[in-house]
């Protein structure tokens, strides 16, 4: 009989807030706006805040594909 080998680490499908800060290293303001903006996508579960972990992959690879400018202000979480 064959059997499959596995992983021991789960990866995560979504993030909290602050699981999503200390992944990306983006600030709290800059979460905050793209998901203000509907850049972020996001779903309420009670008080708690979750992002899929392939919509916060799909916001990170996007902000990259800008320019060097627009991307500064995304780090600082800066109003345009």
């Known amino acids: ?21 200390a992944v990306t290293g983006l600030s709290r303001a800059g979460i905050y706006k793209a998901m203000r903006e509907g850049t972020l996508p996001f779903k309420k579960f009670g008080k708690r805040t979750m992002i899929l972990a392939e919509d916060l992959h799909k916001y990170i690879h996007s902000e990259f594909n800008k320019q060097p400018a627009e991307l ?9």
């Open 1 to 21: 009989m064959k059997y499959f080998q596995t992983t021991d680490t789960l990866q995560p499908i979504s993030y909290s807030i602050n699981n999503a800060i």
């Open 72 to 80: 500064g202000n995304f780090l600082k979480g800066d109003e345009q």
